[in-house]
Structure formats: structure tokens, C-alpha cells
């Protein structure tokens, strides 16, 4: 007995028109969902066809072309937010600097019209260390006695 090896040949069905989510840049998980059909055929599908393959590319032509205007679009978005809030710090600073300077204009007026400084108390190196006594009484390099403090 002899065997033969039996040869089979899977033929691919015939491709349909796209759907036009592929168009759309549809990932081939959704278009075979839309065919009602396997990812496995829908990538032999663009394979084998040309005209399945451009439409396929086509979509995700533009499926980048549309994320990246809309990342260029949130960048512009971010840009005018920080520029809005340098603005705002800036006016914050220069209103800062305006109060800073109202006060000080307000205390050099005040110090302009105050009233001279009263007299000048005694301090207590001027003051006897006792009553009735002066402190050049004392010789030199003698200690005062402090009271309360036994000697």
C-alpha cells in the first residue's frame, strides 16, 4: 500500500467592500466584527487585495493624521493655560508690589509726623546702687554687695 500525501488548498473567500469604519482607521478586530468574520480572514483579505489593503491604510492614515492634530490641539490648550497663569502670577507680583509700596509711602508719612521722642530715662548704670550712695564711692575693683547676699 502506498501513501499520498493529500495536498489541500484553503482558498480565500473573496474580499468585500470595506466597511467604512475601516476607512474611519478601524483596528481589524472591529472590522471582522463588521463583516461578521475572523481576524485571521480579514488580514488575508488585505493580503491578497490590493484594493482591501488601501483602504485599510487609508483609515489608518487617518486615524494618525487625527490623533496627532488633536495632541497638537491639547499642547495649544496646555500652552494657553500656563501663559494664562504666568499672566496671573504676574499680576499678582505687580499688585503685591503696589500694596508694598502703599505701605511704606503710609509709615514714612507716619514717622514724618510723629511727635519727638520723650526724654531720656535714666539707665541703670546712672542709678546709685544704693540709696544715697554713688557708684564712684566705691574703690576701685571692689565688688558692690548685692542685696539679700550674705558677704
Avoid at 97 to 106: C, I, P, V
Wanted: aromatic content about 2%.
Amino acid at each position: 500500500m502506498v501513501l499520498c500525501p493529500i495536498i489541500v488548498r484553503l482558498e480565500v473567500p473573496p474580499a468585500p467592500r470595506p466597511p467604512r469604519s475601516a476607512e474611519q482607521g478601524a483596528t481589524l478586530a472591529e472590522i471582522a466584527d463588521a463583516l461578521k468574520t475572523t481576524v485571521r480572514t480579514v488580514s488575508r483579505w488585505r493580503l491578497n487585495y490590493a484594493e482591501f489593503r488601501e483602504a485599510l491604510d487609508l483609515g489608518r492614515h487617518k486615524k494618525a493624521i487625527g490623533q496627532t492634530e488633536a495632541q497638537l490641539a491639547r499642547a495649544a490648550d496646555a500652552q494657553r493655560e500656563r501663559d494664562r497663569l504666568s499672566a496671573a502670577k504676574a499680576a499678582g507680583e505687580a499688585a503685591a508690589r503696589e500694596a508694598a509700596l502703599e505701605l511704606k509711602q503710609l509709615l514714612e508719612g507716619a514717622v514724618a509726623n510723629a511727635e519727638p521722642p520723650s526724654p531720656v530715662l535714666p539707665t541703670p548704670s546712672t542709678l546709685p546702687a544704693t540709696p544715697g550712695a554713688s557708684p564712684s564711692a566705691a574703690p576701685p575693683g571692689a565688688s558692690r554687695p548685692r542685696p539679700g547676699v550674705p558677704s
